[in-house]
């Protein structure tokens, strides 16, 4: 069963909407699927409590008698969202269980260094581990310094950087809806699926 976390301790660099749209595409291609929220602010279990119940599911933890959670029988596939300042034993806990981690980055300056030391140290799992990391650059402005900014930044660690994403209200759009981008028109979404091709790519599920 893999388990795909997303996470970065700088708030606000779109996790929520990458965790929901990579469990839209599993549950499309016919998976289990659980999207797991360790966000206080609990907004994918939004994004699921939107979701028409005509789409293809996805569920969330299976919360015991005991208050345990966990995946609930026949799960598939796993995608993991996780809190703003996640560090120290909560996110070991977290990497533990990962099968890959994707670390959504915008091209902000402020964003960057915030992130830094994170990124090295989770360099330094994957060589350790033998778990797989990877950016996505999100919310990004084609042709503009800060671009080109993150893009330098990159170079100098040790994780690849997977794809960039534009900066589209599509995403709102949809997650208004408890919609992913495979639950409309691929016309509608087309240059967002050209982009999101390298991440499903990454993932290892085409």
């Known amino acids: 069963m893999p388990v795909i976390v997303v996470a970065n301790p700088k708030g606000g660099v779109g996790k929520s909407t990458l965790s929901s749209n990579i469990a839209g595409y599993f549950a499309r291609q016919g998976h289990a699927v659980m999207l797991g929220d360790v966000d206080r602010q609990q907004s994918s279990r939004l994004w699921l409590r939107l979701r028409a119940p005509e ?3 996805v569920v969330t933890w299976d919360i015991s ?6 995946p609930p029988k026949g799960t598939t596939h796993v995608v993991l969202d996780t809190p703003a300042g996640l560090h120290g034993k909560g996110l070991d806990a977290v990497m533990k269980l990962a099968d890959k981690v994707i670390v959504p980055l915008q091209a902000s300056l402020f964003d960057i260094y915030a992130t ?15 778990k797989q990391f990877g950016v ?3 919310r990004i402005k084609d042709h503009t310094k800060a671009t080109e900014h993150l893009r330098t930044f990159l170079g100098t660690l040790d994780i690849p950087l997977i794809t960039l994403l534009r900066d589209t209200q599509n995403y709102a759009h949809l997650a208004a809806h408890g ?8 016309a509608k979404v087309e240059k967002d699926l050209a982009q999101w091709a390298p991440l499903i790519d990454w993932l290892g599920t085409r």
Do not use: Y
């Not at 008698?65 to 966990?70: G, M, P, S, T």
């Not at 994170?118 to 799992?125: N, W, Y």
């Not at 919609?179 to 691929?186: I, K, N, R």
């Open 179 to 186: 919609l992913s981008l495979w639950d409309v028109p691929a």
């Open 65 to 70: 008698a005991d208050h345990i959670a966990r």
């Open 55 to 57: 789409l293809p599911r």
């Open 136 to 138: 996505v650059g999100n």
């Open 116 to 130: 830094q030391d994170f990124l090295a140290a989770l360099a330094r799992k994957g060589h350790a581990e033998g």
